[in-house]
Protein backbone atom coordinates (compact mmCIF):
# COMPACT_ATOMS: atom_id res chain seq x y z
CA UNK A 1 0.00 0.00 0.00
CA UNK A 2 1.17 3.36 -0.54
CA UNK A 3 2.31 5.24 1.95
CA UNK A 4 0.27 8.68 3.12
CA UNK A 5 0.16 11.17 5.88
CA UNK A 6 -2.75 12.55 7.59
CA UNK A 7 -2.36 15.13 10.29
CA UNK A 8 -5.61 16.02 12.30
CA UNK A 9 -5.61 19.24 15.15
CA UNK A 10 -7.18 18.60 18.14
CA UNK A 11 -7.57 21.02 21.07
CA UNK A 12 -4.57 19.84 22.60
CA UNK A 13 -2.26 17.61 20.07
CA UNK A 14 -1.31 17.31 16.83
CA UNK A 15 -1.32 13.99 15.04
CA UNK A 16 0.41 12.11 12.25
CA UNK A 17 -1.53 9.60 10.69
CA UNK A 18 0.31 7.21 8.47
CA UNK A 19 -1.07 4.54 6.70
CA UNK A 20 0.32 0.69 7.13
CA UNK A 21 -0.15 -2.49 5.11
CA UNK A 22 -3.11 -3.13 7.22
CA UNK A 23 -4.91 -0.51 8.80
CA UNK A 24 -6.35 2.21 5.86
CA UNK A 25 -5.62 5.15 8.37
CA UNK A 26 -3.65 4.08 11.68
CA UNK A 27 -2.87 6.58 14.41
CA UNK A 28 0.56 7.87 14.86
CA UNK A 29 1.97 10.09 17.19
CA UNK A 30 4.71 12.87 15.52
CA UNK A 31 8.08 11.39 17.18
CA UNK A 32 9.29 13.10 19.89
CA UNK A 33 12.17 12.44 22.34
CA UNK A 34 9.36 10.87 24.81
CA UNK A 35 8.75 8.55 22.08
CA UNK A 36 12.64 6.90 23.13
CA UNK A 37 11.60 5.89 26.80
CA UNK A 38 9.20 3.40 25.62
CA UNK A 39 8.22 0.93 27.67
CA UNK A 40 5.97 -1.75 28.38
CA UNK A 41 4.22 -2.65 32.16
CA UNK A 42 2.97 -6.62 32.75
CA UNK A 43 -0.64 -6.96 32.77
CA UNK A 44 -2.15 -8.10 36.06
CA UNK A 45 -5.65 -10.10 35.95
CA UNK A 46 -8.58 -8.51 37.48
CA UNK A 47 -10.02 -10.57 40.54
CA UNK A 48 -13.35 -10.59 37.91
CA UNK A 49 -11.65 -12.43 35.21
CA UNK A 50 -10.96 -16.64 35.26
CA UNK A 51 -7.36 -16.78 33.29
CA UNK A 52 -6.87 -19.27 31.06
CA UNK A 53 -4.50 -20.11 28.66
CA UNK A 54 -5.63 -21.16 24.93
CA UNK A 55 -3.11 -23.08 22.28
CA UNK A 56 -3.26 -21.90 18.57
CA UNK A 57 -0.89 -23.73 15.79
CA UNK A 58 2.57 -23.53 17.47
CA UNK A 59 2.16 -20.58 20.37
CA UNK A 60 -0.26 -19.39 22.79
CA UNK A 61 -1.75 -16.24 24.92
CA UNK A 62 -3.57 -15.83 27.53
CA UNK A 63 -7.48 -14.62 27.94
CA UNK A 64 -9.80 -13.27 30.42
CA UNK A 65 -12.97 -14.98 30.96
CA UNK A 66 -15.98 -13.58 33.10
CA UNK A 67 -19.65 -14.58 32.91
CA UNK A 68 -21.92 -17.51 33.15
CA UNK A 69 -20.35 -20.84 31.68
CA UNK A 70 -23.24 -21.84 29.56
CA UNK A 71 -24.64 -18.09 28.30
CA UNK A 72 -23.72 -16.87 24.30
CA UNK A 73 -19.83 -16.05 24.35
CA UNK A 74 -18.65 -12.75 22.90
CA UNK A 75 -14.42 -12.46 22.65
CA UNK A 76 -14.18 -8.74 23.19
CA UNK A 77 -11.23 -6.95 21.55
CA UNK A 78 -8.71 -4.65 23.37
CA UNK A 79 -8.07 -0.90 21.62
CA UNK A 80 -4.11 0.02 21.05
CA UNK A 81 -3.54 0.09 24.87
CA UNK A 82 -3.55 -3.75 25.41
CA UNK A 83 -5.69 -5.59 27.97
CA UNK A 84 -6.14 -2.34 30.55
CA UNK A 85 -8.81 -1.07 32.67
CA UNK A 86 -10.93 -0.03 29.89
CA UNK A 87 -11.25 -3.48 28.05
CA UNK A 88 -11.90 -5.33 31.30
CA UNK A 89 -14.67 -2.62 32.27
CA UNK A 90 -16.23 -3.26 28.82
CA UNK A 91 -16.18 -6.89 29.11
CA UNK A 92 -17.19 -7.11 32.68
CA UNK A 93 -20.73 -4.93 31.59
CA UNK A 94 -20.96 -7.32 28.61
CA UNK A 95 -21.00 -10.48 31.01
CA UNK A 96 -23.86 -8.40 33.05
CA UNK A 97 -26.34 -7.70 30.06
CA UNK A 98 -29.36 -9.77 29.41
CA UNK A 99 -30.24 -12.00 28.64
CA UNK A 100 -26.32 -13.10 29.87
CA UNK A 101 -23.47 -13.33 27.85
CA UNK A 102 -19.75 -14.58 28.73
CA UNK A 103 -16.86 -12.57 27.75
CA UNK A 104 -13.66 -13.69 26.83
CA UNK A 105 -10.64 -11.13 26.26
CA UNK A 106 -7.48 -12.65 24.31
CA UNK A 107 -4.28 -10.68 25.03
CA UNK A 108 -3.14 -9.64 21.77
CA UNK A 109 -0.22 -7.96 23.23
CA UNK A 110 0.98 -11.04 25.01
CA UNK A 111 0.75 -9.08 28.67
CA UNK A 112 2.23 -5.65 27.28
CA UNK A 113 0.32 -2.58 28.12
CA UNK A 114 0.64 1.08 27.26
CA UNK A 115 0.39 3.50 29.15
CA UNK A 116 0.84 6.71 27.08
CA UNK A 117 0.07 7.58 23.18
CA UNK A 118 3.71 6.36 22.02
CA UNK A 119 3.89 3.18 24.01
CA UNK A 120 0.59 1.90 22.43
CA UNK A 121 1.70 3.36 18.90
CA UNK A 122 4.58 1.24 19.34
CA UNK A 123 2.15 -1.97 20.33
CA UNK A 124 0.42 -1.19 17.17
CA UNK A 125 2.72 -1.22 14.86
CA UNK A 126 4.43 -4.72 15.89
CA UNK A 127 1.25 -6.25 16.14
CA UNK A 128 1.43 -9.03 13.81
CA UNK A 129 -2.70 -8.98 12.51
CA UNK A 130 -3.33 -12.02 10.49
CA UNK A 131 -1.88 -13.40 13.62
CA UNK A 132 -4.16 -11.61 16.06
CA UNK A 133 -7.15 -12.85 13.46
CA UNK A 134 -6.03 -16.57 14.37
CA UNK A 135 -5.90 -15.60 18.07
CA UNK A 136 -9.87 -14.40 17.38
CA UNK A 137 -10.58 -17.62 15.60
CA UNK A 138 -8.90 -19.56 18.65
CA UNK A 139 -11.01 -17.96 20.96
CA UNK A 140 -14.31 -18.73 19.54
CA UNK A 141 -13.40 -22.14 19.42
CA UNK A 142 -12.77 -22.16 23.53
CA UNK A 143 -15.70 -20.29 23.85
CA UNK A 144 -17.91 -23.07 21.54
CA UNK A 145 -15.76 -25.97 22.80
CA UNK A 146 -16.64 -24.24 26.79
CA UNK A 147 -20.56 -24.22 26.92
CA UNK A 148 -21.16 -21.51 24.25
CA UNK A 149 -23.51 -22.66 21.18
CA UNK A 150 -22.91 -19.19 19.48
CA UNK A 151 -19.57 -17.12 19.39
CA UNK A 152 -20.09 -13.15 18.65
CA UNK A 153 -16.70 -10.37 18.13
CA UNK A 154 -17.09 -7.02 19.83
CA UNK A 155 -13.80 -4.52 19.76
CA UNK A 156 -13.11 -1.08 19.78
CA UNK A 157 -10.66 1.39 18.08
CA UNK A 158 -8.31 -1.44 16.90
CA UNK A 159 -10.37 -3.81 17.74
CA UNK A 160 -13.32 -2.86 16.13
CA UNK A 161 -11.39 -2.96 12.96
CA UNK A 162 -10.24 -6.57 14.00
CA UNK A 163 -13.97 -7.59 14.80
CA UNK A 164 -15.22 -6.63 11.24
CA UNK A 165 -12.48 -8.68 9.74
CA UNK A 166 -13.01 -11.89 11.64
CA UNK A 167 -16.94 -11.26 9.80
CA UNK A 168 -14.75 -11.78 6.52
CA UNK A 169 -12.02 -14.41 8.06
CA UNK A 170 -13.50 -16.40 11.17
CA UNK A 171 -16.08 -18.99 10.13
CA UNK A 172 -16.92 -19.71 13.81
CA UNK A 173 -17.91 -15.91 14.19
CA UNK A 174 -21.80 -16.02 15.24
CA UNK A 175 -21.88 -11.95 14.83
CA UNK A 176 -20.28 -8.74 15.03
CA UNK A 177 -20.62 -5.32 16.82
CA UNK A 178 -17.87 -2.83 15.98
CA UNK A 179 -16.48 -0.07 17.74
CA UNK A 180 -14.73 2.87 15.31
CA UNK A 181 -12.48 0.96 13.62
CA UNK A 182 -12.58 -0.25 10.38
CA UNK A 183 -10.08 -2.74 8.49
CA UNK A 184 -8.03 -2.10 5.21
CA UNK A 185 -8.88 -3.77 2.38
CA UNK A 186 -5.09 -5.61 2.77
CA UNK A 187 -6.58 -7.77 5.89
CA UNK A 188 -10.35 -7.99 5.15
CA UNK A 189 -12.99 -6.85 2.38
CA UNK A 190 -16.17 -6.00 4.29
CA UNK A 191 -18.05 -6.60 0.93
CA UNK A 192 -17.01 -10.29 1.97
CA UNK A 193 -18.63 -10.40 5.58
CA UNK A 194 -20.36 -13.60 6.36
CA UNK A 195 -21.86 -12.91 9.61
CA UNK A 196 -23.98 -9.93 10.34
CA UNK A 197 -22.37 -7.21 11.76
CA UNK A 198 -23.62 -3.69 13.79
CA UNK A 199 -20.79 -0.91 13.51
CA UNK A 200 -20.97 2.09 15.99
CA UNK A 201 -19.04 5.56 15.12
CA UNK A 202 -18.93 9.29 16.38
CA UNK A 203 -20.19 12.09 14.03
CA UNK A 204 -16.41 13.96 15.54
CA UNK A 205 -14.08 11.62 14.90
CA UNK A 206 -11.15 12.73 13.21
CA UNK A 207 -9.21 9.59 12.54
CA UNK A 208 -9.59 10.00 9.18
CA UNK A 209 -10.06 6.85 6.78
CA UNK A 210 -10.28 4.51 10.01
CA UNK A 211 -13.01 5.72 12.07
CA UNK A 212 -14.41 8.99 9.98
CA UNK A 213 -17.84 9.38 8.95
CA UNK A 214 -16.41 8.92 5.44
CA UNK A 215 -15.14 5.45 7.05
CA UNK A 216 -18.25 4.67 8.29
CA UNK A 217 -20.25 5.23 5.39
CA UNK A 218 -17.81 3.71 2.90
CA UNK A 219 -18.04 0.36 5.51
CA UNK A 220 -22.04 0.94 5.32
CA UNK A 221 -21.69 0.69 1.42
CA UNK A 222 -19.47 -2.68 1.90
CA UNK A 223 -21.62 -4.35 3.99
CA UNK A 224 -24.48 -3.91 1.50
CA UNK A 225 -22.86 -5.27 -0.95
CA UNK A 226 -21.91 -8.42 1.11
CA UNK A 227 -25.60 -9.23 1.89
CA UNK A 228 -25.37 -9.76 5.44
CA UNK A 229 -27.54 -8.12 8.03
CA UNK A 230 -26.12 -4.73 8.80
CA UNK A 231 -26.34 -2.02 10.96
CA UNK A 232 -24.22 1.42 10.66
CA UNK A 233 -24.92 4.24 13.82
CA UNK A 234 -23.48 7.45 13.54
CA UNK A 235 -23.52 9.48 17.25
CA UNK A 236 -24.17 13.10 16.90
CA UNK A 237 -21.67 14.85 19.08
CA UNK A 238 -19.36 12.01 19.65
CA UNK A 239 -15.57 11.73 19.45
CA UNK A 240 -13.54 8.58 18.66
CA UNK A 241 -13.69 6.20 21.66
CA UNK A 242 -16.66 7.95 23.08
CA UNK A 243 -17.76 4.59 25.10
CA UNK A 244 -14.71 4.75 27.64
CA UNK A 245 -16.78 6.18 30.40
CA UNK A 246 -14.52 4.94 33.20
CA UNK A 247 -12.81 8.05 35.64
CA UNK A 248 -9.59 6.68 34.09
CA UNK A 249 -10.79 6.83 30.61
CA UNK A 250 -12.44 10.12 30.52
CA UNK A 251 -8.90 11.59 32.04
CA UNK A 252 -7.49 9.70 29.11
CA UNK A 253 -9.74 10.87 26.41
CA UNK A 254 -9.02 14.47 28.19
CA UNK A 255 -5.68 14.26 27.71
CA UNK A 256 -5.87 13.19 23.84
CA UNK A 257 -7.99 16.33 23.18
CA UNK A 258 -11.02 14.32 23.25
CA UNK A 259 -13.57 16.42 25.42
CA UNK A 260 -17.18 15.26 24.52
CA UNK A 261 -19.18 12.89 26.89
CA UNK A 262 -22.60 11.64 26.13
CA UNK A 263 -23.71 9.22 28.42
CA UNK A 264 -27.47 8.98 26.18
CA UNK A 265 -24.94 7.87 23.19
CA UNK A 266 -23.29 5.26 25.70
CA UNK A 267 -26.28 3.77 26.62
CA UNK A 268 -28.14 4.00 22.89
CA UNK A 269 -24.77 1.89 21.61
CA UNK A 270 -25.11 -0.51 24.64
CA UNK A 271 -29.10 -0.91 24.13
CA UNK A 272 -28.27 -1.70 20.35
CA UNK A 273 -25.21 -4.13 21.05
CA UNK A 274 -27.26 -5.88 23.33
CA UNK A 275 -30.09 -6.39 20.80
CA UNK A 276 -28.15 -7.17 17.79
CA UNK A 277 -26.00 -10.00 19.82
CA UNK A 278 -29.22 -11.57 21.31
CA UNK A 279 -30.61 -11.92 18.11
CA UNK A 280 -27.87 -13.41 16.68
CA UNK A 281 -26.69 -15.43 19.65
CA UNK A 282 -29.74 -16.78 20.60
CA UNK A 283 -29.66 -20.70 20.81
Known sequence: MAAGRFVIASSSRIWNKSKTSLFSAAPSLIRSPSVHRFQIRSMAASSHFKKITIQRDDTSFDAYVVGEDNAPGIVVLQEWWGVDFEVKNHAIKISQL???????????????????????????????????????????????????????????????????????????????????????????????????????????????????????????????????????????????????????GVKRRKSMGLEDENEAAVELAWSRFTTWMAQYLSA
Open 98 to 248: QPGFKALIPDLYRGKVGLDVAEAQHLMDGLDWQGAVKDIQASANWLKANGSRKVGVTGFCMGGALSIASSVLVPEVDAVVAFYGVPSSDLADPAKAKAPVQAHFGEHDNFVGFSDITAAKALEEKLKASGVPHEVHIYPGCGHAFMNRSEE
